[in-house]
């Protein structure tokens, strides 16, 4: 799995980085076939201030992309949200992905009674 944390206005510290990785766990213990993840945390300078920080997430998986964003007061809480979202979408993505094809009855062998 590759993994790109990058800022836009804004220095990745340590301690952002660790706390995204340890969020990102959660959705790859959901899921291991993650192939490529960009990390984007970004501070835009609004007028409003409770939508203020944005942070973005593109989770490359094996035959799609799926990106999710989210604004936020705070830069944490943003990422916490975002991460519930990118898990629900790769819950929801693992699912449509199972092979739902039952064995025919023919096929199948009876269990003794």
Request: charged share 35%; proline share 2%; with cysteine.
């Amino acid at each position: 799995m590759n993994l790109t944390i990058s800022g836009h206005h804004l220095d990745v510290t340590p301690a952002l980085r660790e706390y995204v990785l340890t969020k990102l766990d959660r959705v790859t213990r959901h899921f291991d076939q993650v192939v490529d993840v960009n990390v984007l945390l970004t501070i835009d300078n609004q007028k409003e201030k409770d939508r203020r920080q944005k942070a973005e997430v593109t989770l490359h998986v094996k035959g799609r992309d799926i990106f999710v964003e989210h604004c936020h007061e705070d830069l944490y809480a943003a990422i916490d949200q975002l991460m519930d979202k990118l898990d629900r979408q790769v819950c929801r993505h693992k699912d449509r992905m199972q092979d739902h094809h039952h064995e025919s009855a023919k096929r199948q062998v009876a269990a003794p009674l």
